[in-house]
Nanobody, 115 residues
Framework: QVTLVESGGGLVQPGGSLRLSCAAS????????VGWYRQAPGKQRELVAA???????NYADSVKGRFTISRDNAKNTVNLQMNNLKPEDTAVYYC?????????WGQGTQVTVSS
C-alpha cells in the first residue's frame, strides 16, 4: 500500500518559517519525481516546488528565494523549508509523488500565516 504522510504545518506569523516533511512508503521513492502543491480556499491547486530523481528543481515564481525543497532517498522523505512566509502562502499543502502516469498524493497539511 502506497502512503504519503505530510507533517509540519501550523500557524505562523508573517516573516516566520516552517518546515514541511513528507514520508513515503510502498514505492521505490528514488525513482519518483516528488513535489509540494498547495490549495487555498476558492483557488485551484498549484505547484509550489518539485524535485526530480536527479535533483533538478522547479519552483513557483511566488516562492523563489523563500522556499527550498529537498529529498532524502535513504529516508524516503521530501521536505519543504519555507522562510519569510506571507499571508498569501496560507493554504493546505500536499505532497505528491509521480512516476510516468502514476501519481500518489498525501492527505495535506494546513499552513496558516497570520498575525
Amino acid at each position: 500500500q502506497v502512503t504519503l504522510v505530510e507533517s509540519g504545518g501550523g500557524l505562523v506569523q508573517p516573516g516566520g518559517s516552517l518546515r514541511l516533511s513528507c514520508a513515503a512508503s510502498g514505492i521505490i521513492f528514488s525513482a519518483y519525481v516528488v513535489g509540494w502543491y498547495r490549495q487555498a480556499p476558492g483557488k485551484q491547486r498549484e505547484l509550489v516546488a518539485a524535485i526530480t530523481r536527479d535533483g533538478s528543481l522547479n519552483y513557483a515564481d511566488s516562492v523563489k528565494g523563500r522556499f527550498t525543497i529537498s529529498r532524502d532517498n535513504a529516508k524516503n522523505t521530501v521536505n519543504l523549508q519555507m522562510n519569510n512566509l506571507k499571508p498569501e502562502d496560507t493554504a493546505v499543502y500536499y505532497c505528491k509523488a509521480a512516476l510516468g502516469f502514476r501519481e500518489q498524493w498525501g492527505q495535506g497539511t494546513q499552513v496558516t500565516v497570520s498575525s
